[in-house]
């Protein structure tokens, strides 16, 4: 079944410290994978996918096909970044699929 | 209006009572989700609309839960016999045709006292 794994309920850092937030799917075919977050008192947001290859706010995060994974990177965690961020899976067709979400981390970056 | 938009944004019930939630997602997609976002249990499937094809209710985690579309448009989560384990905030979210991208409603937070 498919199926995204987040390990981490929470990750605690310190301002300028490197930061990878950890995601494994689970899924035989061909994966859209992304990243969503939620900041205090906004809505969930898209933050970044796979197929863009693209640095959002400093992060990044490389599709290990391997290993399944999809880790969330940034080099140096800025205060800015607590927030809660989903690992998010699209199966199916790329134009009909579903997407799931895993259970979440939330990040705190303290000063 | 130009986000998803759900009401109630809170809902307090008792237990027993039937409760609706209501989306209005962005003029044009044609993908509408429903997830239920719990503490410990993160962002939890419940039903997924594509156009006209037959819902995707693999999510609902009982027959007490139903979720309507009408005219490729709103959606309605309805909630029977509520019990405490229902209360959480219940998110919507449209998608654009290909995109990919997912847009949230602020949620609508259910407590079932």
């Known amino acids: 079944a498919q199926r995204v794994t987040q390990p981490e309920k929470l990750l605690s850092v310190f301002k300028g410290a490197p930061v990878e937030l950890k995601c494994n799917y689970s899924?035989?075919?061909?994966?859209?994978l992304f990243w969503y977050v939620q900041y205090s008192r906004q809505r969930l947001q898209l933050l970044l996918r796979h197929i863009s290859r693209e640095s959002i706010k400093g992060f990044t995060a490389d599709l290990n096909k391997g290993e399944t994974s999809f880790h969330l990177k940034k080099p140096f965690a800025q205060e800015e970044d607590s927030a809660m961020y989903y690992c998010?899976?699209?199966?199916?067709?790329?134009?009909?699929?579903?997407?799931?979400f895993g259970q979440g981390t939330t990040l705190q970056v303290k000063p | 209006g130009a986000g998803v938009s759900q009401s109630p944004s809170n809902k307090v019930t008792e237990k027993g009572k039937d409760v609706e939630l209501r989306c209005d997602p962005i003029?044009?997609?044609?993908?509408l989700y429903w997830y239920r976002q719990s503490l410990g249990q993160g962002l939890e499937f419940l039903i997924y609309f594509q156009g006209n094809s037959a819902p995707d209710k693999s999510g609902l985690p009982s027959d007490r839960f139903s979720a309507e579309r009408t005219g490729g448009s709103v959606s309605t989560l309805t909630i029977q016999r509520t019990q405490q384990e229902d209360s959480a905030v219940y998110l919507c979210a449209s998608s654009g045709h290909m995109t990919g991208e997912l847009f949230f409603g602020e949620g609508s937070r259910l407590t079932v006292l």
């Open positions: 899924y035989s075919g061909s994966p859209e």
């Open positions: 998010a899976l699209k199966y199916g067709s790329s134009n009909t699929g579903k997407l799931i």
């Open positions: 003029s044009g997609h044609t993908a």
